[in-house]
């Protein structure tokens, strides 16, 4: 886009997203919903009419960066009175008072259940001159579908529901994102039907706990049903979905992604802890015997499956003892990928006011040697894939040598090649890997 495309009378916007899948869904929607009342996006910040930062309360180390990002706007707005700087997501939805309090540059605060208002905000804005400030405290009902611009011209996320009921006793994300609300099923295989239709080669359906799906519609419909419905769509050669709750994971859903054709075979179960007694403090709803016996299940039905977690470290009170209990369970599960996070204290969880809470470096040296188990184990599975010939869906030039492609196994696995010059974005390609390691596979195209 032309620099001085602003001068010219367009109105352009830019975003700055943090925190998860659902969060980066949101953005693409709002962006879909300035692209109706005449906004283009810029990558050029200082061009800007309105910047959105699209915020996460989940860690504070998050959020510390992210009121450095909102103190830096400070600047923008003193240079362009007129600029809007909006303030989104959730932990505009935890803290509008201290935002609106600590940065009066902010022009709009909004929270997470009301973000299908963004034009009428901005409009209020634009005629008033005026700050807004619209957080509603709960989602009464679904909000309404929102025009959408993907970032990616191959893979798209496909909301399916909002929200959360589980209450783990460290997450913030039900105070912040509500109960749970699923879209009907019909509007989902619509949207994919249309992302098929528009040559997107990837879904990803997305949701707090996605096994939840459909407990709250009048329908007899559940996540496997859904599941089922998406596979038939013969557009989309692959369909994927995050984040699973082991305790509503059952054997349907399994056979059901045995049985398809376009689900992939990655199964993404956050674990937590190898600790039954951590895992009750946490309120999980289910004992490490219980998640053995579904990565059982999960292997003996589909061998080639990939199965990745999340754990947390340090929670409070956490022994050494209960630290090894988990160490010695991934030890034996064999995740391919564990993504690991040190407990972050967050005001208004059960869990921030629970005795016991660890120093840092007891939590940072549980993650270090947590991360190093792990690592060895993710390169064992790897490196048995050396040899073998994987169909690869091919992303884009990989970030760090443009001669190099990059693009993802059905298992979710990232695989790097030499360009041929044949293979366009999009393409699913054949691959020989000759090399792994912990994080990629390398090999040549066939």
């Known amino acids: 886009m032309d620099l001085d495309q602003k001068d010219k009378g367009h109105k352009l916007f830019h975003t700055i997203t943090f925190g998860c899948q659902m969060n980066l869904n949101d953005s693409e929607r709002l962006a879909g919903q300035l692209r109706t009342i005449g906004y283009e996006a810029t990558e050029n910040i200082d061009q800007a009419n309105v910047i959105l930062i699209n915020t996460c309360c989940v860690r504070e180390s998050a959020e510390k960066k992210i009121y450095g990002k909102i103190g830096e706007m400070k600047r923008l707005k003193s240079v362009n009175p007129n600029l809007i700087i909006g303030v989104v997501g959730c932990m505009a939805q935890k803290d509008k008072d201290k935002i609106v309090k600590k940065f009066p540059h902010v022009s709009l605060v909004m929270g997470t259940h009301n973000t299908h208002q963004l034009v009428e905000l901005i409009a209020q804005i634009e005629t008033s001159g005026e700050k807004v400030v619209s957080v509603w405290e709960q989602a009464e009902r679904l909000a309404p579908d929102v025009p959408t611009v993907h970032k990616s011209q191959i893979s798209a996320w496909v909301p399916i529901m909002y929200g959360c009921n589980n209450f783990c006793t460290y997450c913030i994300v039900p105070y912040v994102r509500g109960r749970e609300?699923?879209?009907?099923?019909?509007?989902?295989?619509?949207?994919?039907?249309?992302?098929?239709?528009?040559?997107?080669?990837?879904?990803?359906?997305?949701?707090?706990?996605?096994?939840?799906?459909?407990?709250?519609?009048?329908?007899?419909?559940?996540?496997?049903?859904?599941?089922?419905?998406?596979?038939?769509?013969?557009?989309?050669?692959?369909?994927?979905?995050?984040?699973?709750?082991?305790?509503?994971?059952?054997?349907?859903?399994?056979?059901?992604?045995?049985?398809?054709?376009?689900?992939?075979?990655?199964?993404?179960?956050?674990?937590?802890?190898?600790?039954?007694?951590?895992?009750?403090?946490?309120?999980?709803?289910?004992?490490?015997?219980?998640?053995?016996?579904?990565?059982?299940?999960?292997?003996?039905?589909?061998?080639?499956?990939?199965?990745?977690?999340?754990?947390?470290?340090?929670?409070?009170?956490?022994?050494?003892e209960q630290f090894l209990e988990t160490l010695e369970f991934i030890k034996s599960v064999r995740y391919d990928v564990a993504y690991t996070f040190l407990y972050s204290q967050r005001s208004g969880t059960p869990a921030a006011q629970y005795e016991g809470q660890l120093p840092l470096a007891v939590k940072k040296a549980r993650l270090n040697q947590l991360m190093a188990v792990q690592n060895e184990i993710s390169l064992e599975i790897n490196e048995q894939l050396t040899g073998t010939v994987i169909e690869v869906l091919v992303e884009g030039a990989s970030k760090k040598d443009e001669m190099k492609l990059m693009g993802r196994t059905r298992t979710n696995k990232i695989v790097l090649w030499e360009k041929t010059g044949t293979e366009k974005i999009g393409d699913l390609v054949n691959i020989q890997i000759d090399k792994a390691q912990t994080w990629v596979l390398k090999g040549r195209l066939l």
């Open 181 to 320: 609300r699923s879209r009907p099923l019909e509007n989902i295989i619509a949207e994919i039907q249309q992302l098929g239709a528009a040559g997107f080669k990837e879904i990803t359906l997305l949701g707090q706990n996605v096994n939840s799906y459909g407990k709250d519609l009048d329908t007899q419909v559940d996540f496997s049903d859904l599941l089922q419905a998406a596979d038939q769509i013969e557009t989309i050669p692959r369909i994927r979905y995050m984040t699973s709750h082991p305790r509503d994971m059952n054997t349907k859903l399994i056979e059901i992604v045995k049985n398809s054709k376009r689900i992939c075979e990655h199964f993404h179960l956050p674990v937590q802890s190898g600790s039954n007694s951590i895992l009750e403090q946490m309120n999980r709803g289910y004992t490490t015997a219980y998640y053995r016996q579904l990565v059982t299940d999960i292997r003996k039905a589909i061998p080639g499956a990939s199965i990745t977690t999340d754990l947390i470290v340090g929670f409070p009170g956490e022994t050494e």
